[in-house]
């Protein structure tokens, strides 16, 4: 195999990996070779995304994997190498994380990971404490957007930033078009009738026949489909010209997002010392007003998506200007400014309490 390089190479080589992983580790499951796949992007040491943080910071590295591992349900992936083993499989896949193909996108680690967390309804319909939504958010648009919005606030630390950044950046990171692209692949492939609802796999297919099914390959009737279908699982009241209610879900995200960039902010950057003393209440002071503007633009950018079918779900302008500061309502960041033992007893007990959702 290699790189794919398309919509059409991405299903074949994702096909290729499901022969190997039913052949040679007995993966006859659909749901296992889910939680295989997904790990060679995301939540163990041989994923791509250990390997890019770990380079940044092992600390760093492994608190990403600890929170794969919980918003996943607990279960490490099997290791896919021994199955791949003689092919370039393993590089191949890490290399077609995203696609792009004719202006369209998707991210395929988003997608699987959202594919392989649908299956528990825990994780699709529990809250994480302290995290605004369920597991089906975090990994997928509430992580994304929600990291956005704390980047926002850190970067504000320092001088004026727009909101754009968030949305169109040279890394590939946050509200970038192949991300949304692979939360909204996330919810809706395999999904049947009811987006964001338990996978659904016909006799005898399995990962690749379902995302083969929702790319414009053959039938375009999916794909043409999937901002309204994602907007209306994220709350939306989908009409012709748009989303009809878009002040309302505007409030109801940019509240979430706001509390997982907090969330994000203290396990990413206060235990690394990135985020420490008065810069930590200061990025706090930004959080709700970058939250509120990535919750915009993203509620805007689904809109126009919706509306305009089978356009690409990709942020454009105008874009809302920067927001005032305000007070710091976090008390977990008010305390890195002052007293770091006190965030990590906190971060203690959120430990703690996400424990009992597996119980």
């Known amino acids: 195999m290699a790189k794919a390089t398309s919509f059409g190479t991405v299903v074949a080589l994702i096909r290729a990996a499901e022969d190997l992983l039913i052949k ?8 296992d070779r889910v939680s295989t796949l997904r790990g060679v992007y995301y939540g163990t040491e041989w994923s791509l995304d250990y390997k890019v943080e770990s380079a940044r910071s092992q600390g760093g590295a492994r608190i990403r994997n600890l929170g794969f591992l919980t ?53 699709r319909t529990q809250n994480f404490p302290g995290q605004g939504g369920t597991g089906l958010e975090i990994v997928t648009w509430l992580g994304d957007l929600g990291g956005g919005a704390a980047n926002l606030a850190k970067r504000r630390i320092l001088r004026p930033a727009g909101v754009e950044v968030i949305f169109h950046n ?15 692949a996330g919810y809706l492939v395999g999904c049947g009738t009811t987006p964001g609802g338990p996978p659904q796999y016909p006799p005898g ?10 790319l414009p ?7 043409a489909q999937r901002a309204a279908r994602f907007a209306s699982a994220l709350g939306a009241t989908v009409t012709s ?11 109801k995200l940019a ?16 235990p690394s010392g990135e985020l420490l003393g008065p810069a930590a209440e200061r990025a706090c002071q930004h959080m709700k007003g970058a939250a509120r503007e990535v919750a915009t633009v993203f509620v805007t950018t689904l809109s126009s998506a919706l509306a305009h079918p089978p356009n690409a779900i990709d942020a454009a302008g105008p ?21 770091v033992g006190a965030v990590r007893q906190q971060l203690d007990q959120w430990v703690k309490d996400l424990g009992r959702l597996f119980q």
């Not at 395929?108 to 594919?115: E, T």
């Not at 390959?217 to 794909?223: D, R, V, Y």
Request: with cysteine; charged share 20%.
């Open 71 to 123: 918003y996943t349900g607990g279960s490490l992936p099997a290791d896919p190498r021994p199955a791949f083993a003689g092919t370039t499989l393993m590089a191949d896949l890490q290399a077609s994380q995203s696609i792009r193909d004719r202006g369209r996108g998707i991210d395929i680690g988003h997608m699987l990971i959202g594919l392989e967390v649908r299956s528990s309804q825990i994780l």
């Open 255 to 270: 509240d979430k997002l706001y509390e997982f960039a907090v969330w994000y902010a203290a396990t990413r950057w206060v």
């Open 241 to 251: 010209k748009g989303i009809g209610n878009q002040a309302a879900l505007i409030d």
């Open 170 to 184: 040279r890394t590939s990171d946050y509200g970038v078009m192949d991300n949304l692209e692979g939360d909204a």
């Open 205 to 214: 297919k399995g990962i690749a026949d379902v995302l083969a099914s929702y």
């Open 217 to 223: 390959l053959g039938s375009k009737a999916e794909w």
């Open 319 to 339: 874009y809302p200007g920067q927001s005032a500061t305000g007070p710091c309502a976090s008390t977990l960041l008010k305390a890195a400014s002052t007293n």
């Open 24 to 31: 040679k580790a007995g993966q006859t499951n659909p749901a």
